[in-house]
């Protein structure tokens, strides 16, 4: 804060309390007045004295006011209204900095950055100071928190469950071009836009035994007697739509123990046996997806996940006992999404609670869940497909694993007269997996226990009904559809390209923002030389951002001019980033081969973390990492071609990335992707795609016209054809020159200072075995990327098809994919609600045990 920011913000005392109709206002008096309220009452600082820190809580505060009015006014008009409620479950959502979303959100972005500039201060730099909430690995997250914005525009009930994890995904450093893991604090200045929800926390049992008896009234009963148990406590975050009044909530569940503190253990002398119960039942919520390569770390992934479903499936029957309707009716007034297979537990769970806590009968029960739940596939490997070891399993949820066992006996019997004397098909539906090791199968624990099951792109879709969950689909074929992935252009247009936006909405109008369709309207001006002009330069200024950010994040000066060749995503072999690296390599060796090679200046930028314990994954972060350490200090090629690794990829990064690159990398195995929302990023930003037939980019090319997509590869079909007839990559490494003179450049070390040994298990995987096909799709790949250099060096083609890239990506809203989960899966409808001011408010919600303040949508 300067000086003179400090003079200026000194000079306004904290306001007297304002008449309740005004305190929320949007006028930028009334911003003005309320901040210097909050860096006063709730910092307890003099503005003068305000550190960065404060100022961001002071404003996030002030904002959240506007949010909290309209949250009760919300949770006021769901109580009055018979609306079935969206319960979405998700073990991560990646939900990004709150402060700018929702000044978008509420459209006081403007009139905020004046009040504050007024006051000496820049928006900017306030911004910067939100520590985002790492509570995501990537495109499940991500898409979880675009679900949550498009859900509270469209005005859905609904209420998002995950967990707090109090150190989210880690912080990623590179040191000596190897990935470093930092523990991500970003719970260390607070959170200031949750709320505590102290008196609905829930006890949450784990391992320990059952006993089988029979009641007074002579029924058959199990008790389970657990071995720990720990409680489970709420924190609510708003969920603002946009230029709505509907906040939902996202309710995240953080583990404690039943008592923090031993006061006996601690008298007599043993300080950490005192504590001992908290330490480990908060490692339940400490980390975002623990290391599972050892027993201990699979039995903590287990046990997270019941946790939160357990703590959800618990919130949602008190919010049925609170509202007065009968537990026979939760089918009816929740639409329980199951976000992949990770809280698929839920569903033995909500057995256990309906015929252990509230009696009701087997078949009762099973009709409730399963009008209840519903699951999202996310994935085409086998080996993504969560299983749990038999006895993992049965030591940590012993009453789970009975109710699987009676599942499964039920089922297997509809199977057995369905298809009778096909014991190959039973080993293949059964919910355990008899083959070797024993294990539990999630996914068709979800498939049986769900109304409808969905992929996330139409090839996906058909992938998953013809292969993955074939048995499946020929069982219960009506269960299955499709519902594309989608993004949310709030964050991912309005409030991270706001110079593309402005010029956007001085050509169409603001109505894209709330309908993406209406881009269509800028399809006309493609043509228009001036307007492309326009285009290009508010690309350009984007470029030069992210290249100042590489310089000073990396040292890597990059000219914004050459073209920037982006690949941003976990990095997993069958996304294949090497796959890119191959073709740098190429380009470096046709330069090295021939000075005058034609080769148009480009940035590869590349940014994503590799899991912990996928040491292969982080291994290709060195290969990407080493490749441009020689490339940049070559004064041959520097100036041609740069490689740069942007570390620690996250949202606020992304909101960088993708308003500023020319070209989006998708180039995944056909038919390994199940949809990617990345690319549908790239593609509303103007960038243009290469990529694989797999997943939406079908779809993208489909939706912005083939001359518009750069297309290579084979396809899913000819994948599984080609690996049917025995698929030898050695033998495109022989007859390929120019393939063969990069492998062997990489493979003797010239990448890796003489080291031939540092990359060898990447290059004799490929060679040998080559699971993704890389070496098949190499010609193909670099004969598309010839034609991606002539579309740049022609720069009216270019631009033209920036334009329509955006212009035509409408259908990739999460708005659009929310409307179909809301009339073909979940059967819900909009709740409009009214902005009710505090004197108007009835004291219903006190009456309902205080519901009014976060019913989330009951």
């Not at 004295?49 to 904002?63: F, G, I, K």
């Not at 949550?148 to 590179?174: N, V, W």
Request: charged fraction near 25%.
């Amino acid at each position: 804060m300067t000086q003179a920011a400090r003079a200026r913000t000194a000079e306004a005392a904290p306001a007297a309390d304002s008449h309740d109709d005004t305190r929320t206002a949007m006028s930028g008096a009334t911003l003005r007045r309320a901040f210097l309220d909050h860096v006063f009452y709730t910092q307890g600082k003099l503005p003068g004295l305000a550190s960065p820190n404060d100022l961001y809580q002071a404003l996030a505060h002030t904002v959240r006011d506007r949010l909290v009015q309209r949250w009760i006014s919300t949770a006021e008009t769901y109580l009055g209204h018979p609306s079935r409620t969206v319960a979405y479950l998700s073990a991560e959502f990646l939900v990004g900095p709150h402060l700018g979303n929702n000044l978008v959100n509420l459209g006081i972005f403007d009139e905020v950055r004046e009040t504050m500039a007024e006051l000496g201060l820049d928006l900017d730099e306030l911004l910067a100071q939100e520590l985002e909430p790492g509570l995501g690995n990537g495109g499940l997250g991500r898409l979880a928190a675009c679900f949550m914005d498009s859900l509270a525009t469209l005005q859905i009930p609904a209420l998002g469950y995950g967990i707090r994890y109090e150190y989210g995904i880690f912080q990623q450093s590179i040191v000596d071009g190897q990935q470093i893991e930092l523990t991500d604090t970003w719970l260390r200045h607070g959170n200031p836009w949750e709320i505590q929800r102290s008196e609905w926390a829930v006890e949450v049992k784990l391992g320990g035994h059952t006993e089988h008896y029979t009641d007074d009234r002579g029924h058959y009963r199990v008790r389970w007697v657990p071995a720990k148990t720990v409680v489970g406590v709420p924190f609510d975050s708003p969920i603002l739509g946009y230029r709505v009044n509907t906040v939902n909530t996202l309710r995240l569940w953080r583990a404690e123990a039943t008592e923090a503190f031993d006061f006996g253990v601690f008298n007599r002398g043993d300080y950490l046996g005192a504590v001992n119960k908290k330490v480990t039942s908060e490692n339940l919520t400490k980390v975002l997806y623990p290391n599972d390569e050892t027993e201990q770390g699979k039995e903590l992934r287990l046990e997270q996940q019941y946790f939160f479903v357990s703590c959800s499936l618990q919130d949602m029957l008190r919010l049925l006992d609170a509202h007065g309707i009968p537990v026979t009716r939760f089918h009816e007034k929740f639409a329980v999404q199951l976000n992949d297979t990770h809280p698929a537990i839920g569903i033995a769970e909500l057995m256990r609670l309906l015929v252990d806590e509230h009696s009701l009968t087997w078949d009762d029960a099973w009709h409730i869940t399963r009008q209840a739940f519903a699951y999202t596939n996310h994935t085409l490997l086998p080996e993504a497909l969560e299983t749990w070891p038999l006895p993992l399993f049965a030591r940590t949820l012993p009453r789970h694993l009975e109710i699987i066992y009676e599942i499964n006996s039920r089922f297997l019997n509809e199977v057995r007269i369905r298809y009778f004397g096909d014991e190959s098909r039973l080993s293949r539906l059964s919910l355990i997996d008899e083959h070797g090791a024993r294990s539990v199968r999630m996914a068709h624990l979800a498939c049986v226990g769900s109304h409808t099951i969905n992929g996330v792109a139409e090839l996906h879709s058909r992938l998953m009904r013809e292969d993955v969950l074939k048995d499946f689909h020929e069982l219960y074929p009506d269960r299955f559809t499709s519902v594309t992935n989608g993004v949310t252009p709030r964050r991912w247009i309005a409030l991270s390209n706001p110079r593309l936006s402005r010029l956007i909405c001085e050509s169409i109008g603001d109505g894209w923002i709330q309908d993406l369709e209406q881009l269509r309207g800028l399809e006309p001006h493609a043509e228009d030389a001036s307007f492309r002009e326009r285009w290009r330069a508010a690309r350009r200024e984007n470029k030069v951002d992210l290249a100042r950010l590489i310089r000073d994040t990396t040292g890597v000066t990059v000219d914004p001019d050459s073209m920037f060749d982006v690949m941003v995503k976990r990095i997993h072999e069958y996304k294949r980033q090497h796959l890119a690296v191959l073709h740098i390599v190429a380009l470096y060796h046709r330069i090295k081969s021939d000075a005058h090679a034609d080769i148009a200046p480009r940035t590869f930028l590349f940014a994503g973390k590799a899991a912990p314990g996928y040491h292969y994954a982080k291994l290709m972060i060195r290969l990407i990492t080493s490749v441009g350490e020689v490339i940049n200090r070559d004064p041959q090629v520097r100036d041609r071609l740069k490689v740069v690794f942007l570390p620690n990829f996250n949202v606020t990064y992304g909101q960088r990335v993708y308003p500023a690159a020319d070209l989006s990398e998708q180039i995944s195995l056909a038919g390994k992707e199940a949809s990617g929302t990345g690319n549908m990023k790239f593609a509303m930003n103007g960038a243009i795609t290469i990529g694989t037939m797999d997943g939406a980019n079908i779809e993208l090319r489909e939706a912005i016209g083939a001359e518009n997509f750069f297309p290579f590869g084979l396809s899913a079909s000819e994948v599984y054809a080609l690996k049917a007839s025995g698929y030898r990559p050695a033998d495109y490494y022989e007859s390929h020159s120019e393939l063969r003179a990069v492998i062997d450049l990489l493979s003797q070390g010239f990448f890796s200072r003489g080291d031939p040994t540092v990359f060898q298990p990447i290059f004799g995987n490929l060679l040998h075995h080559d699971p993704y096909m890389l070496l098949a799709d190499f010609a193909s790949y670099v004969l598309c990327q010839n034609d991606v250099t002539a579309a740049f060096s022609d720069q009216p083609r270019w631009d033209r098809m920036s334009v329509l890239s955006s212009a035509r990506s409408g259908r990739f809203s999460s708005d659009r994919a929310i409307r179909e989960y809301c009339e073909r899966i979940w059967r819900v409808q909009p709740v409009p609600v009214p902005l009710l001011h505090r004197a108007a408010m009835s004291t219903a919600g006190t009456r309902r045990n205080g519901e009014a303040g976060a019913s989330g949508g009951m």
